[in-house]
Structure formats: structure tokens, C-alpha cells
């Protein structure tokens, strides 16, 4: 097994002055640690959000009040890493390490019986169950699952969109006859009754299979084909049933995990750089990543973010947000254009560096507005792509069909991590936005009236209804006020008494509206 390799590649046996300066080199990241004794025998395996800090506490901690962790540190002789992506996925695999190693010192994870696993039957119309016992039964198991809820989500989806039989009794004969009330929901194949044959039921036993072993991409390719054969025959509502199967895929797919296979002491970003630069042609290896985002509630209070990754890591102290001023309404097009226009012209000013790629948050048409925003600023060296989120599609300039890359491929997790982080980051902002302009005095919104001239016109007439209901004359009497801008206070003011009951339903559906169009 893959693992078995990586942590047998390196056995030095040291004492603890030398261990404890190894560990200084071990990465800031989650992961594995595996522990050996003289003889080279694991004897203890553990997870860690931060391997560095997690193995360092051993060293520093000599008076353990357990005798158990007094012999353990006393008995290392050389400690392995395995860096994962996630907490969630070291977990998985310190699970499968204690039950293949079962180390001296460990105590729990042992046992088979701990997480969940979901069965695919041995049978002749195989079913799906969940079990947490592994048995040699000719099944195939697929886990286990650290989350309840994901196996749950998993199961829902082949229930709706692949469902296979629920009875439990063996069918070794088809009876015949009158179907279950499954078979009308949609909820089974109906076997029972030969409303379908042994081979076509074969075929959706090996779609739920790759779902559930997470090559989702590989699925996809198969329901895409017998969609396009379905829309080709005319058969259109099998065709809609498809396409919202490889919908609903997608989504799941994005949320699964699996443990990766990354060698021990190793960072594969500069791999995944190199793959990323095979895989769009880029010139340059990209180091710097900038990704673009658009947030705004119904076409309101709309902003546009970029973010960036330097060596496949954020670095929050070079993000940055603009406030649309040129777009009106709901125009993410445009308000894409802008942002790209204002920051590269920044850019160009000697202000920020350029980056080696740029990451657009959207389909075809939202790459051609950027492109137009890097013409207009005469830059024409420098990649843009665009990241669809319906089926993770990304798009290039001048090429017509997407690129699909497996929902396993590092390099499209890369990118689905900086198209997250601008949307994240999108979102916070466009809501910091909404509500601070909740809290403006409606004064402050005429022109050539600010927060110090605003806040003395209240302190003068107690307030902002007090000061509607003055006389053009004495209002202009205010100091700093005249005649001009006292018509537009009153203007202002009394449009914004006769919208009120607009203002109010705008407000209380203006966190659903961001969450629609964020």
C-alpha cells in the first residue's frame, strides 16, 4: 500500500538532543506522525492540525503524569511525518495506520468497529448498507467516514439520483408481478418485477461505485454521454433527470475528501505550479496568483475583490476590495471590468506587483469583460482564466471548449481554493459595505455634505426629522449651508421620507438577496 512505502523511506535512529532538532524542521501543517523504537518498530502513530508544534510537545513535556507517555518519549528513537491537506483527513488516515500498524502505544483506533463504512453487497442485485464492521464477504466497502453527515449526503444522492434496491431478500429469481411503491417514487429499478435487466442493473451498481469512491470526474463523463444520446433521441425528460444527476454530483464531489498521497517531509506546491503550467501553457511558472470576485445584494452595495496567493498559499496583506462607483444595478460584467481596470492600473502606476496568472470568478462572458479591462490598460502578457462553478469548468482565451480537470487533480484544487477565497472574501466585504451604509445618516448621502457638517446640522436641530420639517430660509442659515445646499438637505430628505416603505422591504430581504447573488 501507498502508504506502507512512504513510511519506510527514512529510518535514522537518533538520540534526544538530535530528535529534538529534527523536529524543529517539521512543517507548520496537518498531518501524521509515526514513532519507532531501536529495532525500527512503529510504536505509536498520531494526528496533528500542526505537526511542528504537536511532536515538539513531547520534548518539552518531560513529566508526564501518565507512565504510559514517560516510556513512550523514552523509547523514540525516530519519528516520520505525513502531511495532509485537512485535520478531517489526517484523522481518516491515522485510522487506517493504527488498524494495518497497531501500534504498542496506541489505545484506541484498534478496533474495526470505531468509524462507518458504507457496503456495497455481494449479492446478485446488490444493495447498499452501512456498517461498521470490514468482513471478506466479496463486498465493497468504501471508507470510513469520519462524519456521519457526510455519508448521510452521499446516501441521499444515490437514494434520488442512482438508486439501487432497499429489500433486503435475496433475489436469485425474479418474481414478477406488481412493483413497490419505491418503483413509482423513482426510488428503485424494480428488479423484482424484470423492469430491468441484470446487466443494465450492473451498470448503475458500478455509477454509484465511482461516486462513492470519489471519482466523481469519471462518472460525470459517462451521465454527460448518455445525456447527449438521450437530447439526440428526443428523449428529453431522461435527459433533464441527467443533467440534475451530474448537478448533484458536482456539488458532492467538491465536499468529499480523500486522503492524498503526499510524500513524508515534502511541500508539492512547486509540483502542482509545474502542473498548472503544463496544463493552461502558461509562459512563466505562476507564483503569484491574483483571483477576482463580484458581491452585492439585488444590484446594491455592490464590490468588487482581488485576492492573492503567492507560491500556492494566501497572503491576506496584498487583498484588496473596490467599491463599484461606474455600474448601476445588477451588471457583474462590467463591475468585473472596473475592478480588473482599477487594480492593474495600480499595478502599472508601480503601486503593486503583476501577478503570473489571473483567476476570474465566472464562465466565458465574465473572462471577455476582464480581458477587454487588460486591453484597455494595454497588458497583454499576462494568462487570465475563468473558473465555472456548475461543473468546474475553466475557460481560456480564444479556445472555445472548456478545459475539465478531475475533481481530484491538485491543480484544480488549487484553483477552486483561490476562486473560494476571493468569493469569501467578496462576501465579507460587500457585507461590511451593507452594513455601514445601514448606519449613514441620511444626510451624508447629499453630495458636499460629510460626517463633520452632518453631525453639527443634528447637534444644531436635535435631528434628521427635526430638520426636515425646517424652512428652506433657516436651514441656510446654518453655517457652512447656503441656500443651494440647503434645497438639496430637503430634497434629499423628503425623497427619502416618500421611499421609506420601499427602503424597508429592501432591507428585509437584503440578506437573502446577497446570499442569491454573491
Known amino acids: 500500500m501507498w502508504w506502507r512505502t512512504a513510511i519506510t523511506e527514512r529510518i535514522n535512529f537518533l538520540n534526544k538532543e538530535e530528535l529534538i532538532k529534527f523536529v524543529k524542521g ?8 509515526l514513532m519507532r ?16 508544534k504537536r511532536v515538539s510537545s513531547y520534548f518539552r513535556h518531560s513529566n508526564f503524569a501518565s507512565p504510559r507517555l514517560r516510556k513512550l518519549v523514552a523509547t523514540i528513537r525516530d519519528i516520520s511525518t505525513m502531511r495532509t491537506e485537512s485535520e478531517i483527513e489526517a484523522l481518516i488516515l491515522e485510522n487506517r495506520l493504527i488498524k494495518l500498524y497497531q501500534p504498542f502505544f496506541n489505545v484506541d483506533l484498534k478496533m474495526n468497529e470505531r468509524y462507518a463504512y458504507i457496503k456495497i453487497t455481494a449479492e446478485k442485485y446488490p444493495r447498499i448498507v452501512v456498517t461498521r464492521i470490514k468482513l471478506d464477504d466479496g463486498a465493497v466497502y468504501i471508507g470510513p467516514y469520519v462524519r456521519v453527515q457526510e455519508v448521510r449526503a452521499l446516501l441521499r444522492l444515490v437514494e434520488r439520483y442512482l438508486p439501487l434496491r432497499s429489500c433486503k431478500s435475496e433475489l436469485a429469481k425474479p418474481t414478477g408481478g406488481r412493483p413497490c411503491m419505491k418503483y413509482s417514487l423513482g426510488r428503485c429499478l424494480a428488479p423484482c418485477c424484470e423492469l430491468c435487466t441484470e446487466h443494465e442493473y450492473r451498470d ?5 461505485a465511482l461516486l462513492l469512491q470519489g471519482q466523481g470526474a469519471e462518472l460525470i463523463e459517462r451521465l454527460r454521454r448518455r445525456m447527449d444520446r438521450a437530447a439526440r433521441e428526443t428523449r428529453f425528460e431522461e435527459a433533464a433527470h ?20 503526499i510524500p513524508s517531509g515534502q511541500d508539492n506546491f512547486f509540483e502542482v505550479l509545474n502542473a498548472m503550467q503544463r496544463a493552461f501553457d502558461l509562459p512563466i511558472l505562476p507564483w503569484r496568483i491574483d483571483g477576482f470576485d463580484i458581491s452585492h445584494s439585488a444590484g446594491e452595495y455592490t464590490v468588487g475583490v482581488a485576492v492573492v496567493f503567492e507560491q500556492g498559499y494566501p497572503n491576506p496583506s496584498l487583498y484588496r476590495k473596490f467599491n463599484i462607483r461606474t455600474v448601476e444595478g445588477i451588471d457583474d460584467f462590467r463591475s468585473m471590468k472596473e475592478t480588473l481596470t482599477r487594480r492593474y492600473g495600480r499595478c ?17 462572458i465574465q473572462l471577455d469583460f476582464a480581458m477587454q479591462a ?3 490598460l494595454g497588458i497583454h502578457n499576462i494568462p487570465i482564466v475563468s473558473l465555472a462553478k456548475e461543473f468546474e469548468e475553466v475557460y481560456l482565451p480564444n479556445r472555445k471548449e472548456p478545459i475539465r480537470l478531475d475533481h481530484t487533480d491538485p491543480v484544480l484544487r488549487l484553483l477552486q481554493h483561490v476562486r473560494d477565497e476571493s468569493h469569501r472574501f467578496a462576501i465579507t466585504s460587500h457585507r461590511t459595505r451593507r452594513a455601514q451604509s445601514f448606519k449613514r445618516s441620511k444626510i451624508e448621502e447629499v453630495p458636499g455634505i460629510g460626517k463633520a457638517k452632518a453631525a453639527m446640522l443634528i447637534t444644531r436641530f436635535g ?7 425646517l424652512p428652506a430660509e433657516e436651514l441656510a442659515a446654518a453655517p457652512g449651508i447656503g441656500p443651494a445646499l440647503a434645497k438639496r438637505i430637503l430634497a434629499k430628505l423628503n425623497e427619502e421620507s416618500s421611499d421609506d416603505i420601499n427602503s424597508i422591504s429592501k432591507e428585509s430581504v437584503a440578506d437573502g438577496a446577497a446570499e442569491g447573488q454573491d
Do not use: M
Open 26 to 33: 517539521f512543517p507548520d501543517k496537518p498531518g501524521v506522525y
Open 463 to 469: 435631528s434628521v426629522k427635526a430638520i426636515k420639517d
Open 348 to 364: 502599472l502606476e508601480g503601486q503593486e506587483p503583476l501577478p503570473q496568472l489571473i483567476l476570474i470568478d465566472g464562465g466565458p
Open 242 to 261: 441527467l443533467r440534475d444527476t451530474i448537478r448533484a454530483i458536482w456539488r458532492v464531489s467538491r465536499q468529499q475528501h480523500t486522503t492524498p498521497d
Open 204 to 208: 448503475r451498481v458500478a455509477d454509484v
Open 374 to 376: 487588460l486591453d484597455d
Open 37 to 52: 523504537d531501536e529495532h525500527g518498530d512503529i510504536i505509536y502513530i498520531g494526528k496533528a492540525k500542526s505537526l511542528k
